[in-house]
């Protein structure tokens, strides 16, 4: 049975960055590269034709930068599917945390072994969020425990069961759904249940944002182990 290749579009203002990554991404049986863009403006436009699941995007880019792409991106009824994974040079660009609440699915640093970026395109491509225990976490605890505008979701953990808000707490931890599972003695199927009910509750996109709404609300909080 024949795999569709998850559909990648490039955007970096840096062409032998985006020809390396292209080298990179098609050498991957399971990917193509549909489009390459150096503004965030290229990808954009470029989206509407490329048919692509998934950018890769780095944030510093002239004119509209990454973090206004991914906005308008998530922000496009018709562009509801693709996905945006942001790039950085550095793993403490406050910017990170910005990519991630105008909707990005997670974020890597540029100088990623090969290998990672491919996963990382896989798990975001494939609806998961790319948050970790180590950097992601740590990072977003950071930026959140300062007052910020916040992510325009429906509601807050209040809304949510008992069990739910759990759940929330170990997603935001950087936990994977069967890690999450294993924690709290369920089923993955039951875990990934209860993953979706909760960013159904909260209007979130993705599982980043539930990250976010659980730092902003106060149900975790940075250092919190």
């Known amino acids: 049975m024949t795999t569709t290749p998850i559909r990648v579009l490039l955007a970096d203002d840096q062409h032998l960055v985006r020809a390396a990554f292209a080298m990179l991404v098609e050498s991957a049986p399971d990917m193509e590269v549909v489009g390459q863009a150096g503004t965030g403006n290229e990808a954009v436009e470029l989206l509407h034709s490329a048919r692509a699941d998934l950018v ?46 105008a909707g990005a699915s997670g974020f890597l640093v540029k100088d990623t072994r090969p290998a990672e970026l491919l ?11 790319l948050l970790s225990p180590g ?53 993955p199927l039951t875990a990934k249940t209860h993953v979706s009910r909760i960013m159904g509750k909260l209007g979130a996109r993705d599982r980043a944002q ?11 909080t940075p250092g919190q182990r």
Not at 73 to 100: C, G, M, P, Q, W
Not at 119 to 129: P, Q
């Open 119 to 129: 996963d990382a395109i896989r798990t975001v491509a494939a609806g998961d969020a």
């Open 56 to 101: 890769v995007m780095d944030i510093r880019m002239p004119g509209l930068d990454g973090i206004e792409a991914t906005r308008i991106i998530a922000d496009d009824a018709s562009l509801a599917d693709v996905k945006v994974l942001v790039l950085t040079t550095y793993a403490t660009d406050e910017h990170i945390v910005d990519a991630l609440r």
């Open 135 to 187: 950097p992601t976490s740590r990072l977003i605890a950071r930026f959140l425990s300062t007052p910020v505008t916040k992510v325009d979701l429906v509601g807050g953990p209040e809304g949510l069961s008992e069990r739910e808000r759990q759940v929330l707490t170990l997603v935001a931890r950087g936990l994977n759904n069967a890690e999450i599972a294993n924690a709290l003695g369920l089923s």
């Open 210 to 220: 539930l990250v976010i709404v659980a730092y902003e609300s106060g149900l975790v």
